[in-house]
């Protein structure tokens, strides 16, 4: 079964400091990732994708991808309590019509 | 924007009755999605559909089907809704590689 893992937590990280979330996936036919932030009650809204191995940075955001380990990290600087959600990893094959496999997310907070 | 929306937020059934939960999205995607979400379970695929009129089998069909008239609208239909159907559903839809959720429905059968 193809599958997506990540560490439940919840994650505790201090306001400022930098929150290192992981996810490792079993597919190595996955080529795409993907990282949703949610809230709770809310729906999970796209924050990173990154194709390609290597780091990916956007803003406070850095997506790390490491096919050869199979591995995709989100780190993101400068916690702040509004980042205090849960985060879903997700990967997709190729193709037009593949699907996106999620992990069950990690619950972070972040601390004053 | 790309804007999914969903035809309720919150919506309370009877065990028997026959559901239909309504999605619509504006951006013209061809990819539309039905996931449930569970807490421990995360978020699981009901159907999916990549056309008008087209559509496919996630890991979690039992009990659930789905149409898709219009380009813009996917509905998900519980024919005999039951106790264990009480979840989040959620609806995406889907631009070449990014997919992006609607509201969702809280769903109680009751």
């Known amino acids: 079964q193809k599958e997506v893992e990540q560490n439940s937590g919840p994650l505790s990280v201090p306001e400022g400091a930098i929150a290192s979330l992981n996810c490792t996936y079993s597919d190595r036919g996955s080529q795409s990732f993907f990282w949703y932030r949610q809230y709770s009650g809310k729906s999970p809204e796209l924050i990173m994708s990154?194709?390609?191995?290597g780091d990916k940075e956007d803003g406070r955001f850095t997506a790390q991808l490491n096919k050869a380990s199979q591995y995709v990290s989100l780190l993101i600087r400068d916690s702040q309590p509004s980042d205090s959600a849960t985060y879903l990893c997700a990967g997709a094959n190729t193709g037009t019509a593949s699907k996106l496999t999620f992990g069950t997310g990690t619950r972070l907070q972040v601390t004053l | 924007d790309v804007k999914v929306t969903q035809s309720s937020r919150y919506l309370v059934k009877r065990t028997g009755e026959k559901v239909f939960l309504e999605c619509v999205q504006d951006m013209d995607h061809e990819n539309m999605f039905w996931y449930r979400q569970d807490p421990g379970l995360g978020l699981r695929l009901i159907y999916f559909?990549?056309?008008?009129?087209?559509?496919e089998k996630g890991d979690i069909p039992e009990g659930y089907s789905v149409s898709r008239e219009k380009k813009e609208r996917f509905s998900l239909i519980l024919e005999s809704a039951s106790t264990n159907q009480t979840s989040m559903y959620l609806c995406a839809s889907r631009l070449r590689n990014e997919q992006f959720f609607g509201p969702g429905t809280r769903l109680t059968v009751l």
């Open positions: 990154i194709y390609s191995n």
């Open positions: 559909s990549y056309d008008v009129k087209m559509k």
